[in-house]
């Protein structure tokens, strides 16, 4: 017994400054919480506080771009492409959602201080969720996003709206979280480890099979809830629409990529195909076409839903259900890559695609914020109604962005998905020819209610006394990074994407094509 | 004789499904955090007999941690749920419907 355990310790793979990013941003969280208990009636320090935490992060995670993908902690966190490339998107949004916010903050009475750190906490939550490299780490990142997220939902607490968002949020979420321990909990009872390496090491041979794959599937259930995939978007509209504007940005966005992070992890990396083991062949041909059906049924739900909604947050919310359909779609690419280079191309396209959809979607909301005034009161299509040439600045990046989310050439909608549409392209699979498709389908039905909104603000006549909102300097800023971030993603992405475009630390790969 | 690997997980599936349809079932919001967490504990059993099984510490490391995340999640919830009350004096999720079609 002591041998065993000496033998263990003597060369343990530390690797502590691995994480020093994800440290950063929890130790601003906790700077923030501190003082904000001790000057308690500041209203943008906080804010200033947090944006710098976030720079600082920003800073070490680049400075360790260049270094080949490492693991650490014993292997518990890994450093490659996939959490670095995902890693900047979080920074990215909790910042540009703390910009956002500041216009709903200086409206209403909500503890702002609290609200920066449970902000700070979640996109701590998000990082150890893309750089989590054993189930354990992945779980409590994906706990320490939702129970801040929870909490951010119901923030108006005397609002009945986002009282009834923050329960319907808490009680789904965690239904779906013990879906997602069950499946970890059989998977390591399958293999015998947590660690994903070593379990993409054992799907060729696992100890029970059977276990193996109802594991997945319970995992598949309970991802599929956090990135809201049909038939587990059910949650999505109501939450969205009832939780504060900024709040729901950051859910659309952050959360979904987050979990976009450990479901590729889990899924790509961990359950990879080993050609001629018959175990492993059939596990990933199993997970491939179950995500494949979803992915299909996510888009058009998530489309057709959206055409029919009078309010703009939920037919964002519904636009949301769609993105997230057609990211599956990269990821699928990625599950079927033929090599390391494919893989991780595909997995880079996934990570480009939430960054266009992020800088997008946080652009729309920013201004549906605004717009929306105290307590989101207007957010019907109607409030929407020939505000174009009164206010022809926001108008006019609204449409901006909704074109973004429509895909329009030169728009970063549309590099991003035309990079995440080409590994399934590219697999020549049908049923993966059939998903694109289905999403080129989808992208024309979606062309609706994206012009139905620019048509509104534009050729309806107003009936009642409308005032154009002044842009305050924080929004104004939040509007620049993110047009900023839609054209030059649009039309300069090559970079960006060879950025991404690094190896992952998923070691175990056998090419060869399904038989 | 000691129970096998076979009748723990049997156990724990079955505690997993009644939560689960409890949670699906049930009307009050609290009763249905109580069925979350006895999802929650049907799992831990499932983690400590893999845990026996392969004599490995990960799966009792890993019951810790949902131990405390359960408990963080509690008060969180309670929160909510007591703020919510606040709001309509019911508990009913059947209550919980402004935001609808």
Known sequence: ?515 | MEPSLASYLALSGILFTIGAVGVIFKRNAIGMFMCIELMLNAVNLTFVAFSRYYADVTGQLFVFMVMSVAAAEAAVGLGIIISFFRNRVSVDVDDASILKN
């Not at chain 1, 995902?86 to 500041?102: D, E, H, N, P, R």
């Not at chain 1, 996003?145 to 923050?166: C, F, H, P, Q, W």
């Not at chain 1, 996510?298 to 919310?317: P, W």
């Not at chain 1, 800023?477 to 970079?495: K, N, Q, R």
């Open chain 1, 1 to 515: 017994m002591n041998t065993i355990l000496l033998q263990n310790l003597v060369n343990p793979n530390v690797n502590l400054p691995i994480v020093l990013p994800e440290m950063i941003v929890a130790l601003t969280g906790v700077i923030v919480m501190l003082y904000d208990s001790f000057v308690p009636r500041q209203r943008s320090v906080t804010g200033a506080i947090s944006l710098i935490g976030l720079a600082i992060s920003a800073f070490f995670l680049v400075s360790m771009w260049n270094d080949a993908p490492q693991t650490g902690w014993n292997g518990m966190i890994a450093s490659d492409g996939l959490r670095l490339s995902f890693t900047i998107v979080f920074l990215l949004v909790s910042a540009v959602t703390i910009l956002i916010s500041s216009v709903w903050a200086d409206n209403e009475d909500v503890p702002i201080g609290e609200y920066h750190a449970l902000l700070l906490f979640a996109t701590f939550g998000m990082m150890f969720m893309a750089s989590g490299n054993d189930l354990v780490i992945i779980f409590l990142g994906l706990e320490t996003l939702s129970i801040a997220t929870y909490v951010m939902a119901g923030l108006r607490r005397g609002d009945l709206k986002s009282n009834e968002s923050a329960m319907k949020y808490f009680i789904l979420g965690s239904f779906a979280s013990a879906f997602l321990l069950y499946g970890m909990a059989l998977i390591y009872g399958a293999t015998g480890s947590t660690n994903i390496t070593e379990i993409a090491l054992k799907v060729a041979n696992p100890n029970f099979p059977a276990l193996l794959l109802v594991g997945g599937a319970m995992m598949i259930v309970g991802f599929g809830f956090k990135v809201a995939t049909v038939p587990f978007h059910v949650w999505t509209p109501d939450v969205y629409e009832g939780a504060p504007t900024p709040v729901t940005a950051f859910m659309a966005v952050g959360s979904k990529s987050a979990a976009f992070a450990s479901f590729l992890r889990v899924f790509v990396l961990g359950f990879p195909l080993i050609a001629g083991v018959q175990a492993s062949e059939f596990l990933h041909e199993s997970w491939v076409t179950a995500l494949s059906v979803m992915a299909i049924l996510t888009m058009t739900v998530g489309n057709i839903a959206a055409i029919l909604q009078d309010n703009v947050k939920r037919m964002l919310a519904y636009s949301s259900i769609a993105h997230a359909g057609y990211a599956m779609v990269g990821f699928i690419g990625a599950g079927m890559a033929k090599n390391m280079q494919q893989r991780d191309a595909a997995i880079a396209a996934v990570a480009f695609y939430m960054l266009t959809y992020a800088v997008t979607n946080l652009g729309a909301f920013a201004i549906v914020t605004l717009l929306g005034q105290k307590n989101d009161r207007r957010t019907a299509f109607e409030d929407y109604n020939g505000i174009g040439f009164r206010a022809p600045a926001l108008a006019f990046t609204l449409s901006l962005f909704m074109l973004s989310l429509l895909g329009l050439p030169l728009t970063a909608g549309f590099m991003g998905k035309v990079m995440v549409f080409r590994p399934a392209l590219e697999a020549n699979n049908l049923l993966l020819t059939v998903m694109v498709i289905a999403a080129a389908v989808n992208t024309a039905i979606s062309a609706y209610y994206y012009l139905r909104l620019i048509v509104v603000m534009f050729f309806r006549e107003r009936t009642t006394d409308w005032l154009a909102p002044r842009i305050p300097t924080a929004l104004t800023a939040a509007l620049l990074i993110t047009v900023l971030g839609v054209l030059y993603f649009g039309i300069f992405s090559d970079g960006v994407i060879e950025k991404f475009s690094k190896s992952s630390v998923g070691t175990v790969f056998k090419a060869g094509t399904r038989p």
